[in-house]
């Protein structure tokens, strides 16, 4: 069993088909079935279900799935180490978000990146939500982490505070109003993001409103934390998103106490060359 063959297997799962993902892997797809058949002899079973249109795993296919994209992703990696280390110029680094990091805090931070360091690409994943990120970090898809994990990682680093604030269409009284108290939110419609974080097996506006002493009235759920903004300026309901998910000119209106969660940049393993480098520009 080779690091080739295992890659093969992954990108005809991630593809659906041997067709596109030999056109992916830019070989001939007699030659990547070859392969994959190869692989099949080797563990002992058939790993994917030839269909008239496209793939299905088999139970075997499932069970062999996540240790090889591990393997896949971990020789990427390393394969980037390396030449990060060896000072070698060009290159990709790959950064993990969720969604809402990415769209709200990444861009300055990339954007002086390619100023900086215009010879290494960046690829940025995106994921619903941290649990997401975490697998993926698991299965070395990407070199660093930016979100609101990092225990057990090999590198973390504290690259600030994450605030939560109450968004709001112009015009309304609490616009101009100073922090306010989760209970003033009692009777509004609410706008909730699946992206919500789970505390407890529920989610986190739940329980943090029923200790308010009230249950949210909610008016819209949505799967991005950038609709749930425009759904709330909008004046579809209130919704509670990081006050970097917020455009500049949308009401935002902090609470008392402060809602805030700590942001970090971590990594499968220790920060070097380009993730180093990236840690500087994010803590800076």
Do not use: N
Not at 25 to 54: C, D, F, M, N, W
Request: net charge neutral.
């Amino acid at each position: 069993m080779s690091l080739r063959q295992m890659e093969y297997f992954v990108t005809v799962v991630a593809a659906g088909s041997f067709t596109r993902a030999a056109e992916q892997l830019h070989v001939t797809q007699p030659a990547l079935s070859h392969q994959i058949k190869a692989l099949e002899r080797y563990v002992g079973g058939p790993l994917l279900e030839r269909l008239p249109r496209g793939v299905r795993l088999t139970p075997m296919g499932r069970a062999f799935l996540p240790h090889a994209e591990v393997a896949v992703g971990s020789a990427a990696q390393a394969e980037r180490a390396a030449r990060a280390a060896a000072g070698a110029v060009g290159g990709e680094l790959h950064v993990a978000a969720v969604h809402s990091v990415a769209a709200g805090l990444l861009p300055p931070v990339f954007a002086r990146w390619r100023r900086e360091r215009p010879g290494v690409e960046l690829v940025l994943h995106e994921y619903a939500r941290d649990e997401d990120l975490d697998d993926s970090m698991e299965r070395g898809v990407a070199d660093i982490a930016v979100g609101h994990g990092g225990g057990g990682a090999a590198a973390a680093v504290h690259i600030g505070d994450e605030e939560v604030v109450v968004v709001v269409p112009p015009g309304d009284p609490l616009a101009a109003a100073a922090p306010i108290e989760l209970g003033a939110l009692a009777g509004r419609d609410w706008i909730r993001c699946a992206m919500e974080p789970v505390v407890q097996g529920r989610p986190f506006i739940d329980l943090a409103c029923e200790r308010a002493g009230f249950a949210p009235r909610t008016a819209v759920r949505t799967e991005h934390t950038t609709t749930a903004v425009a759904m709330a300026a909008a004046g579809a309901g209130v919704a509670v998103v990081p006050s970097y998910a917020v455009p500049p000119g949308t009401p935002a209106v902090p609470l008392a106490p402060p809602w805030r969660r700590p942001l970090y940049a971590w990594s499968r393993t220790t920060f070097a060359g380009p993730a180093a480098a990236l840690v500087t520009l994010l803590t800076g």
